[in-house]
């Protein structure tokens, strides 16, 4: 009888990102979602085709949108990724990358993880199902408040200093948590903020000048609304089922934060439709971040083979029992 392998005590080595997968990955999925949206837009409205194609639409779009993640993390090692992502996916959807690239590192941060200074950390595991629900929804606000910071607060900022303040620590981050205030960019990433606010800014405006003035069908413009709406809210699920949320502020190491991470189901054909790019292996991602997200499940399999414990405990069997998990330390 062969023994049982020995736990693995630190986190697994990051393989090599491979281009060739996040270029194909991206125009497809990016490809696919604004397909269906051409044909749900094109359809009459409440009907079973635009329906069923606006639902595929938001999937494959939350896709491409996720890539934003990836891009947070090392996409910018692939030349002209990022770049591409904004024009294809991250500018039409009102989600230029400047709003996470430099503040998810934090997340992962030991000095920072589930502190004020964490964006992406909130006492949701002290909030009842109700609460968590309304999260959720809140998420169907998302397009009316992405054009707003656009089209309205960012040009206004601009010549405003407070308001400028306003806009840049408060409304310029993917963030859950509410204490967090971003510093204003500086040097070379200033410049990129104004080059992403500037086509952010110019997208809402020639999309509202263009539907009042009757070129764009009004119809088209609300298929943008409901398909972002739609993403924002899906992630926003994900986002509740990703950690437990019951660290209390305090400095954590790797393996705590694989410990306050959840692992939705490994073979839940929902789970990997509402977590992409490997996003339901979150507590293995928050163990070795660096590893590329085409690795994640591989990498995921193996522990599992191998018995690790401490990777055990953070597996959920559904994910119902996902959504409950938060607070549970």
């Known amino acids: 009888m062969n023994p049982a392998p020995a736990p693995r005590s630190s986190p697994p080595t990051p393989p090599r990102v491979r281009p060739s997968i996040y270029w194909t990955d991206l125009f497809v ?3 696919l979602g604004w397909s269906l949206f051409g044909v749900a837009a094109t359809q009459p409205p409440g009907s079973a085709l635009a329906s069923l194609a606006t639902i595929g639409a938001v999937l494959g779009l939350l896709r491409a949108v996720t890539f934003i993640h990836e891009i947070a993390h090392r996409a910018r090692e692939i030349p002209g990724f990022e770049v591409a992502w904004n024009t294809f996916v991250g500018i039409p959807m009102g989600v230029p990358s400047l709003l996470y690239v430099d503040t998810h590192p934090r997340h992962h941060h030991a000095r920072h993880y589930a502190t004020a200074s964490d964006p992406e950390y909130a ?17 169907g606000l998302a397009p009316l408040l992405l054009a707003a910071r656009w089209g309205v607060i960012g040009p206004l900022s601009l010549a405003v200093p407070a308001l400028r303040r306003i806009a840049v620590g408060r409304l310029s981050t993917l ?4 204490h967090f205030v971003r510093r204003a960019p500086v040097g070379a990433e200033r410049r990129r903020w104004l080059v992403q606010e500037t086509a952010a800014a110019a997208f809402v405006w020639g999309i509202g000048l ?4 009757g070129v764009l069908p009004t119809a088209v413009t609300l ?5 972002v709406g739609g993403v924002f809210l899906i ?3 994900r986002t509740v089922m990703a950690h437990r949320y019951a660290l209390e502020g305090r400095a954590v190491d790797e393996r705590t934060q694989l410990l306050d991470s959840v692992t939705l189901p490994e073979h839940s054909l929902l789970a990997a439709v509402i977590a992409p790019l490997g996003l339901r292996f979150h507590a293995l991602h928050h163990w070795a971040p660096g590893i590329p997200y085409h690795d994640l499940g591989r990498i995921h399999r193996r522990l599992r083979a191998e ?3 401490a990777y055990a405990r ?3 069997p559904d994910l119902g029992t996902a959504l409950r998990m938060s607070g549970r330390a």
């Open 123 to 139: 006492p949701l595991g002290s909030w009842g199902i109700g609460r968590k629900l309304a999260f959720v929804a809140a998420g």
């Open 314 to 316: 953070t597996l959920a």
């Open 175 to 178: 963030a859950i948590n509410p």
């Open 235 to 237: 992630n926003q699920l």
């Open 307 to 309: 018995e690790h414990a």
């Open 223 to 227: 298929r943008w609304i409901a398909v």
């Open 29 to 31: 999925s990016g490809g």
């Open 210 to 213: 263009a539907t009042a003035a």
